[in-house]
């Protein structure tokens, strides 16, 4: 049958099993918007503040469901609205088809309004990016996109469709698509080097698992855990890996680098043989390079072949989907002789380092307690979700994750303001969850005004803002490091978050304790809406331990507990 270009587009976005879309409408994607109108029966479409939220709304959903996230924008200043929420995605790979809009096919390059070629921008931060300039090639193009976004390492596509080409006619015949994630079967190069990888096992007793975020995309988290009780493994996890092991169990040591637990950080000093899985070792990790993990054998399973040998040199790597690969270690590993004494008697001396993630009460109305008291009003599968800077790092710090995917940050590219956009996406995904937001009030002022999208679609999140009244991460940075010269760091200004809560329609609570905490944080959650929970905390309050940027990561500057005045 012949359909518009903005009707192959609808059709094909149902083809994939979309039933959500988060954008901000304009003249060049009018069209496409029309077609939304006629077929809100079919998607749902979530109308951002701004088309940064849009981005990082189909960013949240994409992690929280495990689908395929979409955005729409329109051209010029809309789709370069969306350039950050497409690094943000492109860096801890996330699958998002970002649509755009662009200026008729004979007006490209001419300077026309609301112009720019947003596939030159975006050519760095996407796996992949499309310009549709005949409307035959429409439906072949997005079913592309959406099979490039999914398949093998995620990361966001972006497809930028002239105007004239979503009104133009084509032939359209629907196809059956397989939305359902595929693991790549493991390769005989991959089977040989893990037959390789069983027998470093067997020859190493201090062996250390280190989980990154590929780890958790490729849903290896039973996997980890099963060899790491096998071999008596001591496991951390980076940033983006957090939840990959539950926090509860023993073998888990904590984060890696440079706001890493002593215990992972020690531990990965001392090993003999570091298995790292899924993760890129980016500098916040490895810390001096030239000098991390110098005493080991450094093993790297991959999916992806660009990131291997990329920033640390490795003794052995396999190339592969971490599940697959894992699966095919622990059936080799089955009637593998080694001795478990030496292992467990090391992963004993590593666990005594451990520092209680929970705070009791008598410590007072702090970032730890706030986070403590947090997790024990919300059942395990709740959804935590972060900005970026102080506040997030005391979120994969100290509340415990039990079940995995359930904590979701900017972790590549630091995206403060990643916040509200990507809880309300998270929510909207996973409307049986709860989620809860930890944002600072740097980060807040950046993205409140998704509020409005929240209460106007009645979207539940649970805000809790950790109000310093200063940038918080980089106060501590200029505490330690420059002299306690506070160059624009102190945010002595508005807005009252509280009232910037009732204004939007919404509830909104300002807290000094953790007794004004518990009655505000219950008062939300009973309501199932949104809510604003402003916790006015220290400003001089750090996230411990720290290690010095580019230098080891045993070579701590701050330790737990540790304030820099008492350093």
Same mark, same amino acid.
């Given at each position: ?26 003249? %060049? ?9 006629? %077929? ?15 981005? !990082? ?12 996230? +979409? ?49 030159? @921008? ?39 469709? =002239? ?6 006619? &084509? ?15 493991? %390769?005989?190069?991959?089977? #040989? ?10 020859? !190493? ?14 849903? *290896? /988290? ?22 990959? @092991? ?9 984060? @890696? ?11 990965? %000093? ?28 450094? +093993? ?15 003794? !052995? ?18 009637? #593998? ?8 008697? $090391? ?34 599968? &709740? ?10 790092? $005391? ?52 993205? /409140? ?10 979207? =539940?999140?649970?805000? @809790? ?11 501590? $940075? ?8 506070? /160059? ?9 978050? #509280? ?27 009973? /309501?199932?809406?949104? *809510? ?12 411990? =331990? ?5 230098? =080891? ?7 737990? !507990? ?6």
């Amino acid at each position: 049958m012949k359909l518009t270009g903005a009707q192959i587009l609808i059709e094909c976005l149902v083809e994939q099993g979309v039933d959500t879309v988060f954008g901000y409408p304009g003249g %060049s994607v009018l069209n496409i918007y029309d077609e939304l109108y006629k %077929s809100s029966d079919r998607i749902h479409h979530i109308l951002t503040a701004h088309e940064q939220g849009a981005s !990082h709304a189909a960013d949240g959903y994409a992690r929280a469901s495990g689908k395929v996230g +979409v955005c729409i924008a329109t051209s010029g200043p809309g789709a370069t609205n969306l350039v950050t929420g497409i690094a943000t995605a492109y860096l801890d790979s996330v699958p998002v088809v970002f649509i755009t809009g662009n200026v008729n096919v004979n007006l490209i390059g001419k300077d026309s309004f609301q112009e720019a070629d947003i596939a030159g @921008i975006t050519t760095p931060i996407t796996k992949h990016n499309f310009i549709v300039k005949d409307v035959k090639d429409l439906a072949q193009i997005m079913r592309e996109a959406f099979e490039i976004a999914r398949t093998g390492r995620p990361g966001p596509v972006l497809v930028d469709i =002239p105007k004239n080409v979503t009104a133009e006619t &084509a032939e359209y015949s629907a196809e059956k698509i397989d939305t359902a994630r595929k693991t790549s079967p493991v %390769s005989e190069e991959a089977a #040989a080097g893990i037959e390789e990888l069983a027998d470093m096992i067997c020859k !190493h007793d201090k062996v250390f698992m280190l989980c990154g975020g590929g780890a958790l995309l490729a849903g *290896a /988290s039973e996997e980890v855990t099963q060899l790491a009780e096998l071999i008596k493994a001591p496991v951390g996890t980076t940033l983006m890996g957090t939840g990959c @092991i539950p926090s509860s169990h023993p073998n888990f040591t904590g984060m @890696i680098g440079m706001h890493g637990t002593r215990a992972t950080n020690v531990a990965v %000093s001392e090993s003999e043989l570091f298995i790292a899985l899924g993760s890129r070792f980016n500098d916040r990790v490895t810390g001096d390079v030239n000098k991390f993990c110098k005493s080991a054998k450094i +093993v790297q399973i991959d999916i992806d072949a660009a990131e291997i040998n990329k920033n640390v040199r490795t003794a !052995h790597h396999i190339q592969g989907d971490v599940k697959s690969v894992l699966q095919r270690l622990l059936k080799v590993l089955e009637s #593998a002789p080694f001795e478990t004494a030496e292992r467990e008697q $090391w992963l004993s001396a590593i666990q005594t380092l451990k520092v209680p993630a929970r705070a009791p009460r008598h410590l007072g109305f702090t970032p730890k307690a706030i986070i403590t008291e947090t997790q024990n009003h919300l059942p395990k599968d &709740a959804i935590v979700v972060t900005d970026v800077g102080q506040h997030q790092m $005391w979120a994969a710090r100290y509340y415990g994750y039990e079940v995995p995917g359930t904590f979701i940050t900017s972790g590549g590219f630091g995206t403060m303001g990643y916040g509200s956009g990507a809880a309300m996406g998270a929510a909207v995904a996973r409307q049986d969850r709860k989620v809860v937001l930890f944002t600072g009030d740097g980060c807040f002022r950046m993205n /409140s005004n998704e509020l409005a999208t929240m209460q106007h679609y009645g979207i =539940p999140v649970i805000i @809790i803002v950790m109000n310093n009244g200063v940038l918080g991460m980089v106060r501590q $940075w200029q505490t330690v490091f420059y002299g306690k010269r506070y /160059s624009q760091t102190n945010l002595d200004r508005g807005p009252d978050f #509280a009232k910037l809560a009732e204004a939007y329609g919404l509830k909104g609570y300002t807290v000094c304790s953790l007794e004004q905490f518990d009655e505000a944080f219950e008062e939300a959650l009973a /309501s199932g809406e949104t *809510a604003v929970i402003d916790c006015r905390i220290g400003c001089d309050e750090t996230i411990t =331990p720290m290690v010095a940027p580019g230098k =080891p990561i045993t070579e701590f500057v701050l330790h737990e !507990h540790e304030t820099p005045e008492q350093k």
